[in-house]
């Protein structure tokens, strides 16, 4: 399953969920796939989307909170798993796009291949925690997740994406993204 895939799948599943964005390749896709005002792109700082959506649903546990965090990211803010899980948000939601490397800083290797994350979650508490291979695997377990009282972790298994990466940057100012998403947030 490409990353491209895998958004496309989720993207009807996420009704009026706000979704914090990591930097770089995630935030690119995502863009390109389904822009829309719930959306908040990371531009930098890399391994703090789980943190700002963590933030996001302590603040409104009445909305829906989906985190598109990478492989990578996740590496570099480890201990944001162990926040997720102390404080138990219910309507959290973690989806991690693992293709084993820092793609957006050259595809250089991680160790997210062979150190599972999905285990790391479930070890810290989140209350369900699995891997999706396919793209079959990543809609059922999402649905899952959007029946189930968080906080929850995908794990979703994509490949590297050979060449020039060919997804336009985000085009909305870094003001322009809070604004927007802001005001997805109180409505």
């Avoid at 829309?36 to 909305?63: C, E, H, K, T």
């Avoid at 490949?159 to 993204?177: D, L, M, Q, S, Y």
């Amino acid at each position: 399953m490409t990353l491209e895939q895998g958004m496309r799948a989720l993207a009807p599943l996420l009704g009026d969920a706000v979704v914090v964005h990591a930097n770089g390749h995630i935030s690119r896709r995502s863009f390109g796939v389904q822009d829309r005002p719930g959306n908040f792109y990371m531009i930098g700082s890399m391994g703090l989307a789980s943190s700002i959506g963590l933030g996001v649903a302590l603040s409104r546990p009445d909305r829906r909170v989906v985190i598109y965090d990478g492989d990578g990211n996740l590496l570099m803010n480890l201990g944001s798993t162990a926040m997720v899980a102390s404080t138990q948000p219910e309507n959290f939601i973690h989806v991690v796009w693992d293709n084993g490397v820092y793609a957006s800083t050259g595809n250089q290797p991680a160790v997210s291949r062979t150190v599972p994350l999905e285990k790391i979650a479930e070890a810290a508490g989140y209350r369900e925690s699995v891997r999706a291979r396919t793209v079959e695997e990543l809609t059922a377990a999402f649905a899952r997740c959007l029946e189930v009282p968080g906080p929850t972790f995908v794990l979703a298994e994509i490949e590297v994406e050979a060449g020039p990466f060919k997804a336009a940057r985000v085009n909305h100012t870094p003001e322009e993204i809070r604004d927007r998403f802001s005001q997805a947030i109180r409505e």
